[in-house]
C-alpha cells in the first residue's frame, strides 16, 4: 500500500525559506513522477511542481525562481526548497506521486506551510 509522509512545514516570515520533504514507501518510486500540490483556505487544490525520475522538473509561474524541486531515488524522497517565501504561499502543501502512463496516484496528509507578513 502506498505511502507517502510529509514533513518540513511550518510557520516562517515573509522572505524566509522552508525546506518540505516527503518520503515514499510502498510504491516503485523510480517509476513515479512526483508532485508537490497546495491549497490555500477556500481555494482549489493547485501544481506548484513536479519532477520525473530522470530529472525532469515542471513549475507553477508562481513559483518559479523561489522554488526548486529535487528527488533522491535511492532514498525514496522527493524535497521542495521554498525560498524567498510570501504570504500568498500559505497553504497546505502535499506530496503526490503518479505511477508514469497511468492515471494511479497516491497522496500525502498535507502539511501546513505559514508565512506571515
Known amino acids: 500500500q502506498a505511502q507517502l509522509v510529509e514533513s518540513g512545514g511550518g510557520l516562517v516570515q515573509a522572505g524566509g525559506s522552508l525546506r518540505l520533504s516527503c518520503a515514499a514507501s510502498?510504491?516503485?518510486?523510480?517509476?513515479?513522477?512526483m508532485g508537490w500540490y497546495r491549497q490555500a483556505p477556500g481555494k482549489q487544490r493547485e501544481l506548484v511542481a513536479t519532477i520525473t525520475s530522470g530529472g525532469t522538473t515542471n513549475y507553477a509561474d508562481s513559483v518559479k525562481g523561489r522554488f526548486t524541486i529535487s528527488r533522491d531515488n535511492a532514498k525514496n524522497t522527493v524535497y521542495l526548497q521554498m525560498n524567498s517565501l510570501k504570504p500568498e504561499d500559505t497553504a497546505v502543501y502535499y506530496c503526490?506521486?503518479?505511477?508514469?502512463?497511468?492515471?494511479?496516484?497516491?497522496w500525502g496528509q498535507g502539511t501546513q506551510v505559514t508565512v506571515s507578513s
Open positions: 510502498g510504491i516503485s518510486f523510480s517509476l513515479n513522477v
Open positions: 503526490n506521486a503518479r505511477l508514469l502512463g497511468s492515471r494511479i496516484t497516491s
